[in-house]
C-alpha cells in the first residue's frame, strides 16, 4: 500500500499561482507513473497533468502552458505548479501514482480561485 500525502491548495485570486505537493511512501516512486487530477462539484474527475517514469509529461488542454508537473524522485516527490490561475479551475486536486495495474489516490487538497 502506498500513502500519499498532498499540501499546498488554498485560495487564491485569479490570475495568482500556486504549487501542489504530494509525497509518497514508496521507495518505488521512481518506476511510478504520477498525475493529478481534478474534480469541480457536480463534475467527473478529470486528468490534469501525467508524468511518466522517462519524464515525458501530458497535459489537459485546458491547463497547457499555464500548468507544470514535475517530480523528484529522490524525495518521492510529485509537484503541480499552477499558474495564471482561473475560477474554472477550482476543484478538490488529487495525486495519483500507477505501476501496472495498482494505482493509489492521495486525500485530496482544494484549490479555490476567487476574487
Known amino acids: 500500500q502506498v500513502q500519499l500525502v498532498e499540501s499546498g491548495g488554498g485560495l487564491v485570486q485569479p490570475g495568482g499561482s500556486l504549487r501542489l505537493s504530494c509525497a509518497a511512501s514508496?521507495?518505488?516512486?521512481?518506476?511510478?507513473?504520477v498525475g493529478w487530477h481534478r474534480q469541480a462539484p457536480g463534475k467527473q474527475r478529470e486528468l490534469v497533468a501525467a508524468?511518466?517514469?522517462?519524464?515525458?509529461?501530458h497535459y489537459a488542454d485546458s491547463v497547457k502552458g499555464r500548468f507544470t508537473i514535475s517530480r523528484d524522485n529522490a524525495k518521492k516527490t510529485v509537484y503541480l505548479q499552477m499558474n495564471s490561475l482561473k475560477p474554472e479551475d477550482t476543484a478538490v486536486y488529487y495525486c495519483?501514482?500507477?505501476?501496472?495495474?495498482?494505482?493509489?489516490w492521495g486525500q485530496g487538497t482544494q484549490v479555490t480561485v476567487s476574487s
Open positions: 514508496t521507495s518505488l516512486f521512481s518506476r511510478y507513473t
Open positions: 508524468m511518466f517514469t522517462g519524464g515525458i509529461a
Open positions: 495519483n501514482v500507477a505501476l501496472a495495474a495498482r494505482s493509489y
